[in-house]
């Protein structure tokens, strides 16, 4: 929660985040506007400092929508084709979405 706030706080006080700029680009979207709804807290960006590779992604009111499929395996019920059938799924039908995690 810190790091959200931190960013949330840099939003409302400077006028240039590296972070926002970064996803402004990815997602095609005015810089400004976007610092804004992180600011008023309508975007968030998810960032895992322990991963300094990852991808930085926004999420929220006018950003491209994002599916997260997890495929995997509870230790209580095992079923790798219905996993796989939920790949399937989502990937036939898209759901307006450019982008699955």
Do not use: C, F
């Not at 008023?40 to 998810?46: H, K, L, S, T, W």
């Not at 491209?64 to 799924?89: F, I």
């Amino acid at each position: 929660m810190v790091v959200l706030l931190g960013l949330i706080n840099e939003a409302r006080s400077s006028t240039h985040v590296d972070l926002i700029l970064e996803v402004a680009k990815a997602e095609d979207v005015d810089y400004e506007h976007l610092r804004r709804s992180v600011a008023a807290g309508r975007v968030i960006i998810p960032r895992n400092t322990r991963k300094k590779k990852a991808r930085i992604i926004g999420i929220g009111e006018g950003l491209t929508t994002k599916v997260n499929v997890n495929v995997g395996a509870s230790r209580v019920y095992v079923n790798l084709d219905l996993e796989v059938e939920k790949v399937r799924v989502v990937l036939k039908h898209r759901l307006g979405s450019s982008e699955y995690l």
